[in-house]
T-cell receptor
Framework: LAKTTQPISMDSYEGQEVNITCSHN???????ITWYQQFPSQGPRFIIQGYKTKVTNEVASLFIPADRKSSTLSLPRVSLSDTAVYYC???????????FGGGTRVLVKP | KAGVTQTPRYLIKTRGQQVTLSCSPISGHRSVSWYQQTPGQGLQFLFE???????NKGNFPGRFSGRQFSNSRSEMNVSTLELGDSALYLCASSREQGLNEKLFFGSGTQLSVL
């Protein structure tokens, strides 16, 4: 399964847009890209999942270029409560395997 | 609707002992998967159970095992504990089988091996 690489940390300010890019060079044709958010002392929480192009829900957008070797999670107008660790995952289409990235620690400042 | 419940929240064991962790999935969810989280290795997939059968397995030694009951509740067992087994163990549930499903995680069991 594809290995994922993401930045270790990012700082931002309230009201700004945060973009986190994940690299997955060896992604297979049918693999999905999924993002989770984790707060201290809690388990990860699903944010968004996509296969190609762009996916948007009420909390985030996921941009996946045509070659699918990377993906970008976009968090619009972040608040202090968005301070968390964000994980990029590649999941096999058959649902039988997944690989977590190392996580990106996002700090939102006032 | 209650979330995924993991018990106990904290556990301290000594090397060589065994431990059993419990996970109650969200009502109606039939799949339970387990994960190990450590500062060094990050999040790693252990195994997934669906309909009382292990469906998928990560790269962990046989000391790590699990089972699922008819009510979808799951237990994970680690035998002959090693210092390196100290970690946060997370379980997640989903409606159907498959790690590409939307996973709902519990808050985990923090295991310390002394």
């Amino acid at each position: 399964l594809a290995k994922t690489t993401q930045p270790i940390s990012m700082d931002s300010y309230e009201g700004q847009e945060v973009n986190i890019t994940c690299s997955h060079n060896n992604i297979a044709t049918n693999d999905y890209i999924t993002w989770y958010q984790q707060f201290p002392s809690q388990g990860p929480r699903f944010i968004i999942q996509g296969y190609k192009t762009k996916v948007t829900n009420e909390v985030a957008s996921l941009f996946i270029p045509a070659d699918r070797k990377s993906s970008t999670l976009s968090l619009p107008r972040v608040s202090l409560s968005d301070t968390a660790v964000y994980y990029c995952l590649v999941v096999g289409a058959a649902g039988n395997k997944l690989t977590f990235g190392g996580g990106t620690r996002v700090l939102v400042k006032p | 609707k209650a979330g995924v419940t993991q018990t106990p929240r904290y556990l301290i064991k000594t090397r060589g002992q065994q431990v059993t962790l419990s996970c109650s999935p969200i009502s109606g969810h039939r799949s339970v998967s387990w994960y190990q989280q450590t500062p060094g290795q990050g999040l790693q997939f252990l195994f997934e159970y669906f309909s009382e059968t292990q469906r998928n397995k990560g790269n962990f030694p046989g000391r790590f095992s699990g089972r699922q009951f008819s009510n979808s509740r799951s237990e994970m067992n680690v035998s002959t504990l090693e210092l390196g087994d100290s970690a946060l163990y997370l379980c997640a549930s989903s409606r159907e089988q498959g790690l590409n499903e939307k996973l709902f995680f519990g808050s985990g069991t923090q295991l310390s091996v002394l």
